[in-house]
T-cell receptor, first 117, second 111 residues
Framework: AQTVTQSQPEMSVQEAETVTLSCTYDTSENNYYLFWYKQPPSRQMILVIRQEAYKQQNATENRFSVNFQKAAKSFSLKISDSQLGDTAMYFCAFMKRFNTNAGKSTFGDGTTLTVKP | GAGVSQSPRYKVAKRGQDVALRCDPISGHVSLFWYQQALGQGPEFLTYFQNEAQLDKSGLPSDRFFAERPEGSVSTLKIQRTQQEDSAVYLC?????????FGPGTRLTVT
């Protein structure tokens, strides 16, 4: 079974600054996906960024980037130029690669990020 | 088109009542997932469908929980004889190419 650990229950950052959210995971699988999701208060979960385990290059999406360390089983999220709209709960998730279809995801317990003006 | 929709958005049930939660996935998405999210925690997997076939129900907490997707599109999660510990947000997600798209969830409160 897979486990995902987010060791920072809460974090805060000043607007326009950079923040890094940590995530570690444990698996015996070699082919898998890792995700960061954003869940604003009382709003639905949306995908922020995705990393495929076989790719060595770290994924980036505009102000969001990851530091994927496969050997260390670490997958951190860096948010640059933080904006007030980034305030949300962030979840790290693991998905085993399953043929051509998605498998179930295993989520961490989340990090609540507050961006301060 | 439209995203994943869920209804009702909020449900209050008295202990012992049966409830039914509906999920309308994105059209054409083969896979559909149900998750349970307790307050302040990450979602926990309940069950998974590929078309109308329920391929994994290992996360259903008890035999009071039942899910179906008879025509491979809309899915219903049914909870019989609700208990207080069933209070949570129930999330549905449909997927395409290893990306899951989540609905807004149904917040169930059992009193």
């Amino acid at each position: 079974a897979q486990t995902v650990t987010q060791s920072q229950p809460e974090m805060s950052v000043q607007e326009a600054e950079t923040v890094t959210l940590s995530c570690t995971y444990d698996t015996s699988e070699n082919n898998y996906y890792l995700f960061w999701y954003k869940q604003p208060p009382s709003r639905q979960m949306i995908l922020v960024i995705r990393q495929e385990a076989y790719k060595q290059q770290n994924a980036t999406e505009n102000r969001f980037s990851v530091n994927f360390q496969k050997a260390a089983k670490s997958f951190s999220l860096k948010i640059s130029d933080s904006q007030l709209g980034d305030t949300a709960m962030y979840f790290c998730a693991f998905m085993k690669r399953f043929n051509t279809n998605a498998g179930k995801s295993t989520f961490g317990d989340g990090t609540t990020l507050t961006v301060k003006p | 088109g439209a995203g994943v929709s869920q209804s009702p958005r909020y449900k209050v049930a008295k202990r012992g009542q049966d409830v039914a939660l509906r999920c309308d996935p994105i059209s054409g998405h083969v896979s559909l997932f149900w998750y349970q999210q307790a307050l302040g925690q990450g979602p926990e997997f309940l069950t998974y469908f590929q078309n109308e076939a329920q391929l994994d129900k290992s996360g259903l907490p008890s035999d009071r929980f039942f899910a179906e997707r008879p025509e491979g599109s809309v899915s219903t999660l049914k909870i019989q004889r609700t208990q207080q510990e069933d209070s949570a947000v129930y999330l549905c997600a449909s997927s395409f190419a290893h990306e899951q798209y989540f609905g807004p969830g149904t917040r169930l409160t059992v009193t």
